[in-house]
């Protein structure tokens, strides 16, 4: 059986990873693709990688005839994305990457993002989307939310051991990593080749980053009280992988043992032999995510690593992967595909 | 059904790209991979990208049983290739990724490479793997000799306009940018990414560079007549990706429409507009090829660029094209993903 | 003796860079930096990497009193820049960074532009800026015009042969491939690192790059008659360097020795020993510019490369250079500093 | 009054770094250099960007005439140094840029070597050459020990915060970031371009770097007790540069006073306002160490940032501007060169 779907927001990178993913799904059509700037534009003169493919033309989200779709994709900007999803028929089923339904609190919302939210209604009936976590709410889901790709990374490498009580919860440091597809195609000066080659530096320093209303949220709602982690990213001059090197304090040994048991039956979650660090190089372009647990040379204290590609398993992946539990389909359809290295 | 292949010299870079895209390949199974050097090792201590895949341990050739073997990948050094060819099964059907068995004239070959060639036997039978023209006789062969890297990129800018006479043949100037993974996973000072980063320059120049003896193979039989061409290669700092530029005297016009109606039906070479120019970045991890041509402000001459990955269109991709023919697959089976962007 | 002079668009690349040069120059004091947006801001918000040096607050060019200055570099965008010098003092010393005053026909620069010339008064008195063949001039002049980063490349690489007539004439191909930060600080989508970073493509093609203008006013004059060069110009993913290789008929032996004799007493001028060819990466952050000659495997053929660094020799070095002669100082002063490799 | 140095291992980054900063110098003399396997190659075919210097052909050291030396900078392998150091005239001065000197304790040294010291004696007399804290034991020494490239940067972070007593001395995690060139000229897979770029991994992790011998002797001597630091370096794609991202337990605005006021004096260290992150690419190619300071969003936690160069500032930098106090010349001579960006 065949899946119509639309993606809203193709011209964006997470747009056309979804694309590159689902001509890889069997089952999966891609019947529109909206661009609001770019509406009338082949997607071949948008994204000339994907000239090969017969794909629709972009067009504006008005134009979409939505009784024809299964599953719509919405790869919007913030704030856009509610606006939309708000307006879209209220049966329809929806994959969101913005962070407009990450957070349940509207107060947590506003705190992080700076507005009043304008879809209260959608915002409550939103799963948060971190598939290994939340299969079943995702599968009879209408709307989930897509996690921020830093959220996703720091969860995979903490979570378990947040829930196992195995490490200090008021000691947590999250030092991450990310590459620069990450903030998107925007035109930013700091984004420029020129800038940002031979270049590294960190940002919303002071535990500032958005994603930490996720980390809020989905960590203390484990531990079933407040734990509040430190969080500094850092922009790396390459295009795509995040890795987060975690700070705890544990038994290193048996904080490996828990994600190992954690993980043992997930398809796209690796963890390493114990003492090995993985690389953003070998994840890249895929839908995997390598997990490393090393003991500190003081005694108690243990580092975590966690390497995936922000827009495949951090982003487009990850909203692949909930649309197949969504639509009844296999989780790992489409998904498959080893990383590109070198 | 299912085809049995093994790879020798799984352990470089076309060795592991050969496992990538066989992973997306539905009736082909790897039941032996080489790495002399390696043998006892998992491929995931060798490409940790390739962790997630259910691998044989890396072994020793003379360990492989060919006899359960229905096709063999031989991804081994020059030289080295044409020794192990000689020893293997005659009957295996064998994709040689080396430089070994794409000349012809064993004069020529050691003119080329330096050394007497040490498999005249194989050498006589090789067909010349360059899909999209020699079809047939790949369909039928038992050994074929993958093509150079570069020695594919121009072909396909060129092939068509010389069968068609649509060119001067004496005035054919091919500058080429290659990236440093065509050097293979050896240690040499100037692949070093201290060394080549931020840097730039042409090698093997003065028209030395050893796909020569391709071009004037191919290029003289194409024309009936001795055709020598400019051949200048230049290292970028990338990882993947080679981009022609070829400087021709002739019609822009009929130049492009030649080679948009050679092209017209192949899956993997993609005519771009006339006066459009591609990008490597738009075919990387992909078999695709892009195309462009546009007129100089000169009358009568022309520039054709071609862009394709040196591993996957210009190496493992290709014999994986030629494999899929010589069992009876679909061509372009497991080859269709698109390429990685950004 | 003390000269202070101004920069005006000191918040460009060009103008980071000269404030870098005179910082080592021991006789040349910054006294005025103009950013009309970022008026009012310091150098250091500007350019971090110049917060150590004391510095003028960047201001508006009217807030500058012309009278204290010696000499004004203007590193403003084409057709500001032609309005601004338009105004300037008639007696105030100027090395124009921008494209404005580099060609002497108006006719040619409206074509190549687009626009009629708005200081026909002081196109008329400039000096065309290559230092190495214009020093007498230079040395009296008001005005110079600073070359095009991609036309002094070309020119290094060519004039000598022009001059000596050991080339032929019509058969002049420069394939040139550049560095990001020749584009400037503007926020551009192909500028991004996400875009750039393993790409590689041609653009302006078909000999369409506005410095052609250069070339065929600066050849024509050499030889005393038209001549017309094939130029495709390519952008690279670094940050500063260009590569012209280039394409010539004529003996490869009496190329090298015609280039080697006419450089042989210029400071920033090496010509490498015969049959090597030089990386962008040994000139990168330095005024040197390195070039190479080979025969090619043709009878009567040649290449030759020439590489420098864009913001350098190819622009803020030459205009420091330039200022220098025009100043009385000596030629090489501040800019003998050594490449930075790796 | 000019001073004859001798450069021991030129044929190394740290070596050519040497050269390339030696240049700028006003009143030293480069007399000679050494390359044990390069011996008899001129600099300019181990190191073309150095094509346009007057230099001494590679020797080896048995072929240098020390009576002549003023002073050796001696840029060899560990091990290779000490042997070769305590062969030297007992009377030269020396400035070593291996670790071989850096460690008092001889068992603390076999602890992170693996070997035993051969050169007791000379290192008995060794004075640690971070410049900014001994200044007065380096400007009459005989032999100064570089520091580590990743101990100068965390302890430009961390030393006068231990002085002052404003952090827990038991909670410091020094998470860095290093530059390729750090690893030196060496053949290693993980160095090649092609593993390297669009990577991002950590090494040595568990704190188990050598570098560590040195955090603990100097952090340990300034708090007069034990103080273990957490150390996790990570290799970045890029050449050069090192930042090191400290988190520590204090307050963040007395940290920062703590800071600005301990380096108000110092010419190559610079300290950002409050809530600045610096940046690699804003120090490369330069003496210069940007320092930041954040609070962290959890009371009585803050973040601080070190960057720099870690072939200048964190090597060859250093080791002038220790041979600067050595020799009686002004300590920033020749090392006041802005950064290179972009």
């Given amino acids: 059986m065949t899946h119509n779907v639309a993606i809203l927001g193709a011209s964006g990178y997470t747009g056309a990873e979804l694309v590159r ?15 609001e700037r770019k509406a009338g534009m082949a997607m071949a003169d948008v994204f000339p990688h994907l000239r090969h493919m017969d794909l629709p033309i972009l067009c504006k989200i008005d134009e979409i005839d939505f009784s024809q779709i299964d599953l719509c994709f919405c790869a919007l900007p913030h704030k856009t994305s509610q606006e939309v999803i708000a307006a879209l028929p209220k049966d329809l089923k929806i994959v969101d990457l913005s962070a407009d339904f990450r957070l349940r609190d509207p107060d947590e919302y506003e705190k992080w993002y700076g507005n009043k939210h304008a879809a209260l209604a959608q915002q409550g009936e939103a799963v ?3 598939t290994e976590f939340y299969r079943d ?10 996690t921020g790709c830093n959220a996703a990374t720091g969860q995979f490498a903490l979570r378990p051991l947040i829930s196992a009580g195995v490490i200090d ?9 990310c590459a620069v597809s990450g903030a998107g195609r925007s035109l930013k000066e700091n984004l420029l080749h020129a800038e940002l080659s031979e270049g590294y530096n960190a940002y919303a320093i002071g535990s500032t980053h958005r994603h930490l209303g996720e980390f809020d949220q989905e ?3 484990l531990a079933g009280r407040p734990v509040k982690v430190q969080f500094t990213p850092h922009l790396m001059p390459v295009n795509r992988g ?7 304090k544990g038994d290193a040994q048996v904080i490996h043992d828990t994600l190992a048991v954690a ?3 997930e398809p796209f979650l690796q963890v390493l032999p114990f003492g090995e660090a993985p690389s953003t190089h070998h994840v890249r372009g895929s839908n995997y995510c390598h997990i490393g647990v090393a003991a500190d040379r003081i005694e108690g204290r243990a580092i975590v690593f966690a390497a995936l590609d922000n827009l495949t398993k951090g982003s487009s992946g990850q909203a692949l992967q909930n ?7 296999k989780e790992e359809e489409g998904l498959t595909m080893a990383p590109l290295f070198p």
């Fill in 169 to 177: 919860l008021d000691e947590i440091i999250l030092d991450l990593k």
């Fill in 242 to 248: 995040i890795l987060a090197t975690v700070y705890v």
């Fill in 137 to 146: 709410e995702i599968r009879g889901a209408r709307l989930v939310a897509g």
């Fill in 128 to 130: 948060y989307g971190l």
């Fill in 219 to 221: 960590f203390s709602k």
């Fill in 263 to 265: 993980y043992a039956d």
């Fill in 21 to 35: 993913l689902i001509a890889q799904h069997p089952n999966i059509d891609i019947k529109a693709l909206s661009g």
């Fill in 323 to 329: 649309a197949n539990l969504m639509l009844g389909e």
